[in-house]
């Protein structure tokens, strides 16, 4: 599935309503994506979450009005769906570094965030290293916490913390079993739960605090990361559907997905059909 020719129509649609409220739900049923992928795949290629690329678009409209038509920052900041005159000022001021007063004097140095355009050339000459497993249903026992696609980076903490009260070493029966970072999203939300866990075998006991996921037989297409640094893997997600995808007869086929770590490598599974 060419997700880059699917996001690109998201794009083109939140330029032609950036004076509307947008409702992400009806983008992605309309690219015949879950809202929860919508949002996944949006910010793998465009590297910033639909709702920070649709603030940054609007505040760059906003400050053209009020720099070259002088316009009433009240009506701007209703204009571009704004809650209050209060919160305008504070998100225009972070992104700018002057308030919508300044921005309205002249000579005053503003931002610019470009509706992005993109590209359907891929570069050729990079390697991607993957395989297809047909792999039969399966269970995962995993410490599970609730996170957004803008909440997201606060991930390596969660893993930090179980790190750090000695969870992560006892699920992983002392290191000696692989480790899963598991996504599971929602048919109808932007949220997701994440889990930390692993794999069970067939005489595994579930362990307290924990829940069991379960994974219905499919088949994966797995890449192997060069590198285990957070920024690798975000840079693999990033190609996966920039460039895989995009080439490939196969599209997602759950709202599922995991990562795996042992003691060398990185590994990202994604379920797949045709």
């Not at 840079?235 to 996966?240: A, D, E, F, H, V």
Request: with cysteine; net charge negative; charged share 30%.
């Amino acid at each position: 599935m060419n997700y880059i020719v699917e996001i690109q129509k998201a794009l083109d649609y939140i330029e032609s309503h950036l004076e509307e409220d947008i409702n992400y739900e009806k983008i992605a049923k309309e690219l015949g994506l879950s809202s929860f992928y919508f949002h996944r795949i949006f910010s793998s290629i465009i590297g910033m979450s639909p709702a920070e690329y649709i603030r940054n678009r609007r505040l760059t409209c906003a400050a053209d009005e009020l720099s070259v038509y002088k316009s009433n920052i009240l009506d701007v900041a209703i204009k571009y769906q704004f809650s209050s005159n209060e919160s305008f000022t504070r998100a225009f001021t972070k992104f700018h570094n002057v308030t919508p007063k300044m921005a309205k004097l002249n000579g005053t140095k503003l931002k610019i965030f470009s509706k992005i355009q993109l590209s359907l050339n891929i570069d050729g000459g990079n390697m991607m290293n993957y395989r297809i497993e047909n792999k039969e249903a399966f269970k995962i026992c995993a410490l599970i916490r609730d996170f957004s696609i803008e909440t997201r980076n606060e991930i390596p903490k969660f893993w930090d913390e179980i790190k750090a009260n000695g969870k992560l070493k006892e699920i992983s029966k002392d290191f000696t079993r692989c480790t899963l970072g598991v996504c599971i999203g929602e048919n109808d939300a932007k949220e997701y739960r994440y889990g930390i866990g692993i794999e069970m075998e067939e005489n595994d006991q579930q362990m307290p605090e924990t829940e069991i996921i379960n994974v219905a037989k499919s088949k994966w297409v797995v890449f192997k990361c060069e590198g285990n640094k957070a920024e690798d893997i975000n840079k693999l997600w990033s190609r996966i559907y920039k460039e895989y995808f995009v080439t490939s007869e196969y599209k997602q086929s759950m709202n599922i997905d995991f990562e795996l770590y042992d003691e060398k490598d990185t590994e990202i599974w994604i379920p797949i059909c045709k």
